[in-house]
Structures are given as C-alpha cells and as structure tokens.
C-alpha cells in the first residue's frame, strides 16, 4: 500500500491549501484517514482523523479553520486548510489504517508534503 500526497507549498498568512492523499494498493477497506505534522524541532502531531464512518477529530490548534474530508470510491483524504498561520508551518503526513485482504489491519504513512506560511 502507498500513500501519496500533494498540494503542499508556500502561502502567505491568512492563505488556504488543500491537500490531497491517495492510497493504492492491496486495499479491502480504510478504518481510518488523517494528517499529522511535523515542524522543526518537534514531534509529530495529529492534525485532523476521518474515520469510515465520516466521524472526525481534530487537533485543537486547527480547529475552526481545517476541514478533513474523504473520497471512499478513491481511498482519498483531503485536508482543507483555510486562515494558515506561520505556526501551521510543517511537513504534512498522510496516515492511514488500511485492511488488507488477509483482513489485517496495518498503518502506513505517506512521504511528506511540506506547507509554508510566511510572508
């Protein structure tokens, strides 16, 4: 299983991306998709989860101003993320619990989009 991001960049405070991820692979069902971040010098941290059922959680730095969505047809989450700060700055991860067909449930990650909010 792979999963691949985009739409990372940079963008002035106030802007707005979205990121998207893909996975592909040997997929039954995803449990679970979302972002983490990661910023120099720290460690990674949740972002926002999107679950099967279309419950979701956010991290409370983002909250009010990301929205995490998901594509079922396309095993796809996106991240909408509107009134970036410079504190948003980081490398953006794509997370997902994917069942395989031996019905085993395993975590994968993506690569890493960074995001860039300055002026």
């Known amino acids: 299983v792979q999963l691949v991001e985009s739409g990372g960049g940079l963008v002035q405070p106030g802007g707005s991306l979205r990121l998207s991820c893909a996975a592909s692979?040997?997929?039954?069902?995803?449990?679970?998709m979302g972002w983490y971040r990661q910023a120099p010098g720290k460690q990674r941290e949740l972002v926002a989860l999107?679950?099967?059922?279309?419950?979701?959680s956010y991290a409370d730095p983002v909250k009010g101003r990301f929205t995490v969505s998901r594509d079922n047809a396309k095993n796809t989450v996106y991240l909408q993320m509107n009134s970036l700060k410079p504190e948003d700055t980081a490398v953006y991860f794509c997370?997902?619990?994917?069942?395989?067909?031996?019905?085993?449930?395993?975590?994968?990650w993506g690569k890493g989009t960074l995001v860039t909010v300055s002026s």
């Open positions: 692979g040997s997929i039954v069902s995803i449990n679970r």
């Open positions: 999107i679950i099967s059922g279309g419950s979701t």
């Open positions: 997370y997902a619990v994917v069942i395989d067909p031996s019905n085993y449930a395993k975590q994968y």
